[in-house]
C-alpha cells in the first residue's frame, strides 16, 4: 500500500478577545493517496491531525464555555501521541493515546480559575474538546479520503511484525474499517495573569457549579 500524505497547512494569525479565540487560523489542506488528490480537510479537521500524528504544531486550543461567545485559551506547551495496535476478534484494534500539558493565556469567559475544582472540570472540558476534534479527522479520513495520513500502518509493522507480513497487501481496505480507541489525558500547569479575566470581578467569576453546569459535565 502507498502512504498518504498531505499539503503543507498555511496559518493566519489568530483573533483578539474582543474579536475570537487567540487560535491560528489554519487553511484547509489536501490529502493525497498515491500522488492522486482523495480529500481536503478543514481547519477544524486539521487541529484533529495535528493531535493524531503528534506533531509539535498546535499553539493552542480553544475551550467553549456554555455559549460560542465565551471561551478559554489554553497554549499547548507539550503534547505527545502514542499508537498501540492489537489484534481483538480476528481484526486489527488502535488505542490512540494522546497526552497534553498546557497553560491559561486567555480567560474571556472569566472562570475562576484560581479554584483547583475549576482548573479540574477545564482539564474535563479541554480533554473533551481534543477528543472531539480527533474523532472529526478520524470520521473523515477513515470514511472519506481512506487515505493512512496517521502511520497506523508503520505502527502495525513495528509493533506486530508478523500480523503486518499477512495485512500489508490489503491494507488500503483495512484501514478504512479499523476501530480506534481514543484515550486523551489534559493538564493545565499554570494559569498565569489569566486566572479570571481582570475585568470582572472575582465574586462575578464563574465558579465551580456554575461551570459544571455550562460545560453540561453533570
Known amino acids: 500500500p502507498e502512504p498518504g500524505s498531505i499539503g503543507a497547512p498555511q496559518s493566519q494569525p489568530g483573533g483578539s478577545a474582543q474579536q475570537g479565540p487567540l487560535q491560528p487560523s489554519m487553511q484547509g489542506v489536501a490529502v493525497f493517496k498515491g500522488g492522486r488528490l482523495v480529500s481536503t480537510l478543514s481547519p477544524e479537521e486539521m487541529q484533529g491531525l495535528l493531535w493524531i500524528n503528534g506533531e509539535y504544531n498546535i499553539v493552542s486550543v480553544d475551550v467553549p464555555i456554555g455559549r460560542k461567545d465565551k471561551w478559554v485559551s489554553l497554549s499547548v506547551i507539550r503534547q505527545s501521541r502514542k499508537l498501540i495496535p492489537r489484534v481483538e476478534d480476528g481484526r486489527i484494534v488502535m488505542r490512540l493515546e494522546v497526552h497534553a500539558q498546557t497553560t491559561l493565556i486567555d480567560n474571556q469567559a ?109
Do not use: Y
Open 110 to 218: 472569566g472562570v475562576d480559575a484560581d479554584e483547583p475544582t475549576v482548573i479540574g472540570l477545564l482539564e474535563m472540558a479541554l480533554e473533551r474538546t481534543i477528543e472531539q476534534s480527533i474523532r472529526l479527522t478520524l470520521q473523515k479520513v477513515q470514511n472519506h479520503a481512506r487515505s493512512d495520513i496517521f502511520g497506523f500502518g508503520a505502527a502495525v509493522r513495528r509493533a506486530m511484525p508478523g500480523v503486518w507480513s499477512q495485512v500489508k497487501g490489503s491494507w488500503d481496505e483495512i484501514f478504512p474499517d479499523i476501530p480506534v480507541e481514543v484515550h486523551v489525558d489534559a493538564r493545565i500547569l499554570r494559569t498565569g495573569l489569566s486566572s479570571r479575566s481582570v475585568t470582572i470581578p472575582r465574586q462575578e467569576a464563574i465558579h465551580a457549579e456554575e461551570l459544571r453546569k455550562l460545560l453540561e459535565l453533570e
